[in-house]
């Protein structure tokens, strides 16, 4: 067995780059055990297992680090990743669907790069802001963030941050009622991270293509690609991409009339998204699992649908909020619009 903690911080380090974050995780926590002694070895082992929990949607176990990594470099001095911890912190809370304070951080850590005129680490937070802004359902203002960001990633060269921004613009595109665009900006991506070698790139840009084919209305075209994207995210483990991979696979299923296998997905999904606390995918499993529970209880249906509702407000989700609304008035006006395909 391997006692030199850098020996085993290079061995995660090399885990980690090839997408095996699980077979990563045990050797940075040795390395972290054996670096008493050197605090930069042990700020960067905090750092990486932060990173890595945060991959495969250990996001409470990734905040504890993010935090311990904080209080390491602030005595180290390093005002530099001290921001990088706050940002890491920042994005493990807009996992769980805590935008507010995720926006907060954010805001500090961006004021803070600018100060130090650090433009990797002002491109990285325009990315995580504007995808907290996509959670809080400010789509204009996450698609400008999401450019701002791609511009100085591509300024610099950094074809893994022009990746994740195209992702992003993906993203909020569909959600913005632009599945088109939302499909050109995935392929893009998807092209990029194959190049790249990015397993979790190419995952996530195969998840985001299925979901501008469903928006479109190709709902069995949409069903190889997060076949695709499933099989990389068992790969990976990463147990929240993996849950909403599902549920939009769920909702193809949904809009085929298949509705045994579409609530089997929203079920896994679900209980995926409950052990990871991420408050926002539950809403989504609600909102999934009311529609099919209304066919034939409608009564239960509609509870279901008006727990997601009251959810989605108390969390602050402006776009599910919205989606309960009309999906409640149409289960009281025309019932028979039931299923409706969400983005």
């Given at each position: 067995m391997v006692s030199n903690p850098y020996t085993l911080f290079g061995k995660a380090e090399r885990k980690r780059r090839l997408s095996k974050f699980l077979d990563a995780i045990p050797l940075y926590l040795e390395a972290k055990r054996l670096s008493s002694v050197d605090k930069e070895l042990k700020s960067s082992c905090y750092f990486a297992l932060g990173d890595t929990y945060r991959m495969v949607g250990e996001f409470t176990k990734a905040s504890r680090c993010y935090i311990e990594a904080h209080g390491l470099v602030k005595r180290l001095g390093d005002e530099v990743r001290a921001l990088d911890a706050l940002v890491g912190l920042g994005l493990s809370l807009r996992a769980t669907g805590d935008f507010r304070n995720a926006l907060s951080i954010f805001d500090k850590a961006l004021k803070g790069y600018r100060d130090m005129d650090d433009r990797g680490g002002e491109a990285f937070t325009l990315w995580a802001r504007a995808g907290a802004l996509r959670i809080k359902g400010d789509l204009k203002g996450a698609l400008k963030g999401f450019k701002e960001a791609r511009a100085l990633f591509a300024r610099m060269k950094d074809?893994?941050?022009?990746?994740?921004?195209?992702?992003?613009?993906?993203?909020?595109?569909?959600?913005?009622?632009?599945?088109?665009?939302?499909?050109?900006?995935?392929?893009?991506?998807n092209r990029a991270f194959r190049r790249?070698?990015?397993?979790?790139?190419?995952?996530?840009?195969?998840?985001?293509?299925?979901?501008?084919?469903?928006?479109?209305?190709?709902?069995?075209?949409s069903l190889g690609f997060f076949k695709k994207a499933k099989e990389n995210y068992r790969k990976i483990g990463d147990k929240v991409s993996y849950a909403y991979t599902l549920w939009g696979e769920g909702s193809s299923l949904q809009m085929l009339g298949k509705d045994a296998p579409a609530l089997e997905d929203f079920r896994e999904a679900q209980r995926l998204f409950k052990e990871t606390k991420d408050r926002r995918g539950v809403v989504y499993c609600l909102l999934s699992i009311g529609q099919l529970e209304f066919k034939g209880d409608r009564k239960k249906g509609l509870r279901r649908l008006s727990l997601a509702s009251d959810t989605a407000k108390a969390l602050g989700l402006s776009?599910?909020?919205?989606?309960?609304?009309?999906?409640?008035?149409a289960a009281e006006k025309r019932p028979e619009a039931l299923p409706m395909n969400l983005a």
């Amino acid at each position: 067995m391997v006692s030199n903690p850098y020996t085993l911080f290079g061995k995660a380090e090399r885990k980690r780059r090839l997408s095996k974050f699980l077979d990563a995780i045990p050797l940075y926590l040795e390395a972290k055990r054996l670096s008493s002694v050197d605090k930069e070895l042990k700020s960067s082992c905090y750092f990486a297992l932060g990173d890595t929990y945060r991959m495969v949607g250990e996001f409470t176990k990734a905040s504890r680090c993010y935090i311990e990594a904080h209080g390491l470099v602030k005595r180290l001095g390093d005002e530099v990743r001290a921001l990088d911890a706050l940002v890491g912190l920042g994005l493990s809370l807009r996992a769980t669907g805590d935008f507010r304070n995720a926006l907060s951080i954010f805001d500090k850590a961006l004021k803070g790069y600018r100060d130090m005129d650090d433009r990797g680490g002002e491109a990285f937070t325009l990315w995580a802001r504007a995808g907290a802004l996509r959670i809080k359902g400010d789509l204009k203002g996450a698609l400008k963030g999401f450019k701002e960001a791609r511009a100085l990633f591509a300024r610099m060269k950094d074809g893994s941050g022009v990746g994740y921004c195209l992702t992003g613009l993906g993203g909020a595109s569909r959600v913005h009622g632009r599945p088109r665009d939302s499909h050109k900006y995935y392929i893009e991506a998807n092209r990029a991270f194959r190049r790249l070698k990015d397993t979790f790139g190419v995952a996530y840009s195969y998840c985001g293509i299925a979901n501008s084919l469903r928006m479109q209305g190709d709902f069995k075209g949409s069903l190889g690609f997060f076949k695709k994207a499933k099989e990389n995210y068992r790969k990976i483990g990463d147990k929240v991409s993996y849950a909403y991979t599902l549920w939009g696979e769920g909702s193809s299923l949904q809009m085929l009339g298949k509705d045994a296998p579409a609530l089997e997905d929203f079920r896994e999904a679900q209980r995926l998204f409950k052990e990871t606390k991420d408050r926002r995918g539950v809403v989504y499993c609600l909102l999934s699992i009311g529609q099919l529970e209304f066919k034939g209880d409608r009564k239960k249906g509609l509870r279901r649908l008006s727990l997601a509702s009251d959810t989605a407000k108390a969390l602050g989700l402006s776009v599910e909020a919205g989606y309960a609304k009309v999906l409640l008035r149409a289960a009281e006006k025309r019932p028979e619009a039931l299923p409706m395909n969400l983005a």
